[in-house]
């Protein structure tokens, strides 16, 4: 399996984090996956996934930010 690619949001102003997730799952081929590190959860991204058929997971990190997993469905 690939390494995933990272999009490190934490340091970012939206919509900044999710114009760049979009544009990686334009991209993201079966078995790849996306990791976004996320200081809040991306409520609006996670509509864009379930309307395109990805799947995705979010696991809270020790220093409060969020780390989402996505995986084409």
Do not use: C, F, N, P
């Given at each position: 399996m690939p390494e995933p690619?990272?999009?490190?949001?934490?340091?970012?102003?939206p919509p900044e984090p999710l114009e760049l997730?979009?544009?990686e799952l334009a991209t993201l081929a079966p078995g790849e996956e996306l990791v976004m590190l996320l200081r809040c959860e991306p409520l609006p991204l996670y509509a864009i996934?379930?309307?395109?058929?990805?799947?995705?997971?979010c696991e809270p990190r020790a220093?409060?930010?969020n780390e989402?997993?996505?995986?084409?469905a």
């Open positions: 690619r990272l999009i490190d949001g934490r340091d970012m102003e997730a979009v544009a996934l379930e309307r395109k058929g990805y799947r995705y997971r220093d409060g930010s989402i997993h996505i995986q084409k």
